[in-house]
Nanobody, 115 residues
Framework: QVQLVESGGGLVQAGGSLRLSCAASKTIFRINRMGWYRQAPGKQRELVAIITSVGGTNYASSVKGRFTISRDNAGNTMYLQMNSLKPEDTAVYYC?????????WGQGTQVTVSS
């Protein structure tokens, strides 16, 4: 079992940057896959980016080239660096971890991008 806590959200102008953090309750090197998802008002939750335990990554086409996912396997934190933010990136961002076949979720952090 693992608990996840997101931080780093906030209000930013279009073109700006934010760095989200996801702190896990245990070291993360055994967590096969971690990722970031987001949910905008009235929309379904969607994948933003995922990263495997060996550093393989995958991004949604809408964020590729602007967002970078990373993880500190020696510690307990995963990150999402978000650059060139757009109003359509506005959403609640959730941290996800897949551990022993079970999905765990954080409570989310709000990101609002003003035009």
């Amino acid at each position: 079992q693992v608990q996840l806590v997101e931080s780093g959200g906030g209000l930013v102008q279009a073109g700006g940057s934010l760095r989200l953090s996801c702190a896990a309750s245990k070291t993360i090197f055994r967590i096969n896959r971690m990722g970031w998802y987001r949910q905008a008002p009235g929309k379904q939750r969607e994948l933003v980016a995922i990263i495997t335990s060996v550093g393989g990554t995958n991004y949604a086409s809408s964020v590729k080239g602007r967002f970078t996912i990373s993880r500190d396997n020696a510690g307990n934190t995963m990150y999402l660096q978000m650059n060139s933010l757009k109003p359509e990136d506005t959403a609640v961002y959730y941290c996800n971890a897949l551990l022993v076949g079970i999905d765990y979720w954080g409570q989310g952090t709000q990101v609002t991008v003003s035009s």
